[in-house]
């Protein structure tokens, strides 16, 4: 890539980490609350795989696991082995089935789930997420869905870390 294509993604994403949304000036001058915006806020860290990939420690439903970092997933799966080692599954009904196309190319109907809460690393809780369940093996992977509730974020390979300014039930951080 040549240096002048490296700085407008680098500036086009730091563009996107001082964006405040509509949504959020409003809420703040509802509260009556000045905003002072933080972008990247929180930094989960992330590990490197041999593959050229990331994964990082995720809470769900009682249960604690690594999770593949995928831009290319809209949602988060997980496996039906970590489905069923979390104590917050019991009595749980599926929301729903969808559809999920597979990286192969196949297509193939999953339930997906309803929790209150995801933990992303020590600090970053993100929810409510939707999670679908995979019916055997596969990785736990992190999609676009959680990732754009806690937008903007950013990837950083040195450090590894995921940045991200909205994690908990603020959206952002209020000054009186």
Do not use: W
Request: hydrophobic content about 50%; some cysteine.
């Amino acid at each position: 890539m040549s240096k002048s294509g490296l700085s407008a993604i680098i500036l086009a994403s730091f563009a996107l980490a001082m964006a405040v949304s509509a949504e959020d000036v409003d809420q703040v001058a509802e509260s009556g609350d000045a905003i002072a915006f933080v972008p990247f806020a929180h930094q989960v860290p992330l590990q490197p795989t041999s593959a050229g990939s990331f994964t990082l420690i995720g809470t769900l439903g009682g249960a604690t696991g690594e999770f593949l970092l995928d831009t290319g997933a809209s949602m988060i799966t997980v496996s039906r082995e970590f489905f069923e080692s979390m104590p917050a599954q019991v009595g749980l009904k599926p929301s729903r089935r969808v559809a999920a196309r597979l990286a192969s190319g196949r297509t193939q109907t999953v339930e997906v789930y309803e929790f209150s809460t995801l933990q992303l690393g020590q600090e970053c809780v993100v929810g409510p997420v939707e999670v679908a369940v995979m019916p055997r093996g596969g990785r736990n992977l992190l999609g676009m869905s959680v990732l754009m509730n806690a937008a903007p974020f950013a990837v950083s390979a040195s450090p590894p870390a995921l940045a991200l300014s909205r994690c908990g039930q603020a959206l952002a951080v209020a000054v009186r």
